[in-house]
C-alpha cells in the first residue's frame, strides 16, 4: 500500500525536533523556524514521531508519500494532491488499488494567490491569521494582505469555499476508487493562542452563513469517510486530543501544535477508525 498524506503543519509534523538538538521549543526562537525544522536531525525526529508515519507503519504501508507542508490551505492541499496524481498516472488510468489518502483539511479561512516575479519565478503565497502582520518579500503584498483581511476575509465566503474544497475532492477520490479517509485538523481564524482555541465556536459562527445549495453540499459528503464531521464534540484533531487530555493542553500540545503524544494518539485513533469502518 502507498500511503499518501495530505495536510498542512500538523500533518507534516511542526515544532517536533530532536531535544538535543533543540532543547529551547522552536516556535519561542526568533527568526524563521522553518529552516531549523528542516536539518536533517530535525527531519529524522520529525519523520519518525508524526502520525503519518506512525499510521504508515500500523496499516503496514509501503511507502509514504508526504504532500503536506506547514501554512498550506486547502487549496493548496488539492491543488498538490490533483498534481501527484497525475504525475503518477493515476488520473490517467493507473490502477489506483494500491492506495489510500489521510487528508487532514486546514482551517477554512486560508487562501492561496499564484503569482510571478519580475524574473518569471511561479510561485504560491498562502494567506493565513498570519498574513496581516507579517513582513512579505514585496510590500505591495504587505498592502494586499491587509486590505484582504479587513475587506474580504469573511465566515459566509471561506465556509462555502472549504465545503466546495471538500466536496469536490470527494467526487475526484470516488471517481478514481480510490480509498481514502479526511478529518479537519482545526478550525481557527484569530491570532490567539492555541489554549484559547474552541473550534465548536468557530464552526457554528460559520454554518450560521451557510446557503441551502451549499448545506446540500455539505450533507452529501461521506459521514464515515470524513471521520467526525458532524460529531460536535470531537470535529476536529484538536478537540479529540484536548479531551483524551482532560483538557490538560500541554500533554498533547506544543506551542501550535501536537506533540510527540499527540501524534501517537491520533495515529491510533485514525488507524483503527480506519480499520472498523473498512475504509
Known amino acids: ?13 511542526a515544532e517536533l525536533v530532536d531535544p538535543q538538538e533543540e532543547p529551547t521549543p522552536i516556535m519561542t526562537l526568533e ?3 522553518y529552516w ?3 536539518k536533517p536531525i530535525n527531519m529524522a525526529y ?3 514521531h508524526r502520525y503519518l508515519s506512525l499510521l504508515g507503519e500500523k496499516l503496514n504501508a509501503t511507502e509514504i508519500v508526504d504532500l503536506s507542508k506547514p501554512a498550506y490551505s486547502n ?14 498516472g493515476y488520473t490517467g488510468g493507473r490502477d489506483t488499488s494500491d492506495l489510500f489518502i489521510s487528508i487532514g483539511w486546514s482551517s477554512p479561512e ?8 519580475e524574473k518569471d519565478q511561479e510561485f504560491y503565497l498562502e494567506l493565513g491569521p498570519w498574513s496581516a502582520e507579517r ?14 483581511v479587513r475587506h474580504f476575509w469573511r465566515e459566509k465566503d471561506f465556509i462555502r469555499r472549504w465545503i466546495h474544497d471538500v466536496y469536490r475532492t470527494q467526487v475526484l477520490l470516488k471517481h478514481l476508487k480510490i480509498r481514502y479517509v479526511m478529518h479537519q485538523a482545526f478550525y481557527h481564524h484569530y491570532l490567539e493562542p492555541i489554549h484559547s482555541w474552541d473550534d465548536k465556536k468557530y464552526k457554528e459562527k460559520g454554518f450560521k452563513t451557510v446557503l441551502p445549495a451549499d448545506r446540500k453540499l455539505w450533507n452529501d459528503i461521506d459521514s464515515v469517510a470524513f471521520l467526525n464531521k458532524d460529531d460536535e464534540e470531537i470535529s476536529t484533531t484538536h478537540h ?10 500541554n500533554k498533547v500540545m506544543l506551542i501550535w501544535h501536537p506533540n510527540e503524544y499527540g501524534h501517537k494518539l491520533w495515529a491510533e485513533y485514525l488507524h483503527d477508525y480506519i480499520i472498523k469502518n473498512k475504509l
Open 1 to 13: 500500500m502507498r500511503l499518501i498524506g495530505c495536510g498542512d503543519s500538523w500533518c507534516w509534523g
Open 31 to 33: 527568526g524563521d523556524n
Open 36 to 38: 531549523r525544522q528542516i
Open 46 to 48: 520529525r519523520e519518525k
Open 75 to 88: 487549496e493548496a492541499i488539492i491543488r498538490v494532491l490533483i498534481q501527484w496524481l497525475s504525475d503518477e
Open 110 to 117: 486560508r487562501r492561496e494567490f499564484y503569482t510571478n516575479n
Open 135 to 148: 513582513k512579505h518579500a514585496d510590500p505591495e503584498w504587505d498592502q494586499f494582505f491587509k486590505l484582504y
Open 240 to 249: 479529540y486530543l484536548l479531551k483524551q487530555a482532560n483538557n490538560d493542553i
